[in-house]
């Protein structure tokens, strides 16, 4: 198998906002193909109930590429219809 990497982070919502998408259900999307890994997973799960960020999760090829994904998820996928803030990556 092919090596992969994943990241994932923490998007909340613009100026203090909750992040919308966060009240929607979790979901997750493979488009991998041909051994190219992409895989994108969004965790709607705040157990605090405050719903001020979404996780997402990337699995790419490499971790460049997983950061490549998080900008166009942002700038037109996933959360190119929602105000988004702070983006803080987790470890």
Known sequence: MKNKAIKTWKVYGNH???????????????????????????????????????????????????ADELDDQISDGIFENYNVGKVIELK
């Open 16 to 66: 203090g906002h909750r992040q919308r998408l966060s009240f929607e259900k979790s979901f997750k999307y493979d488009f991998s193909r041909d051994g190219d890994i992409r895989v994108i997973e969004i965790l709607n799960s705040d157990k605090t109930g405050t719903n001020d960020y979404s996780v997402i999760r990337i699995t790419r090829n490499t971790r460049r590429e997983c």
